[in-house]
């Protein structure tokens, strides 16, 4: 058994239908403990683009790290994501952001297929704001409190993260 964060995005077609299929999809596996609200949020990295709705999830099951990665990108061929441009657009995007072995201690990975802790986790409020709303006392392993990390990062990022249950 592990306990996995997930981060979940999408910023093309129905962007919650996405998110929610992904949701569901854990549900039905027995395996999601917890989800955050949505969130809208600009696009990061260099390609013009719409913007994301983004979730953290929590998981737990039994799969090892890979097998968090495996089951993230079938929920993203389900969705329909192709690979076409790195930081591109896409239909849904799953980061496995930390992997919790049972003794509770984080799993570290180097694999450049999967690296853990996420190596770009800590500097993302789109990862930092929802998995913070799900777990005020989560820690990002090697980095420190989520809560911290989150009041490091300049202001304006952090507020361009957006309930989107709000939006009208």
């Keep these: 058994m592990s306990r996995a964060v ?39 990295g260099p390609v013009e683009q719409p913007p994301y709705l983004n979730a953290v999830v929590v998981v737990r099951g039994d799969r090892d790290a890979a097998g968090w990665l495996a089951r993230a990108h079938e929920l993203e061929q389900a969705a329909g994501r192709t690979r076409d441009v790195r930081w591109g657009p896409r239909t849904l995007d799953v980061d496995v952001v930390t ?21 770009r986790a800590h500097e993302r409020a ?11 006392t989560a820690v990002l392993p ?27």
């Design 6 to 44: 997930l981060s979940l995005g999408a910023n093309l077609g129905d962007r919650a239908a996405a998110l929610r299929a992904a949701i569901t999809a854990l549900e039905d596996d027995g395996v999601l403990v917890a989800r955050s609200t949505l969130y809208e949020t600009p696009p990061w």
């Design 99 to 119: 992997v919790t072995g049972d003794d509770d201690r984080p799993v570290h990975s180097d694999d450049p297929a999967l690296t853990l802790p996420h190596p």
């Design 142 to 168: 090697g980095r420190g409190r989520v809560s911290d990390l989150l009041a490091a990062l300049p202001p304006e990022d952090v507020a361009a993260v957006v309930r989107w249950e709000h939006l009208h």
């Design 126 to 136: 789109f990862v930092l704001v929802p998995w913070d709303s799900l777990d005020p």
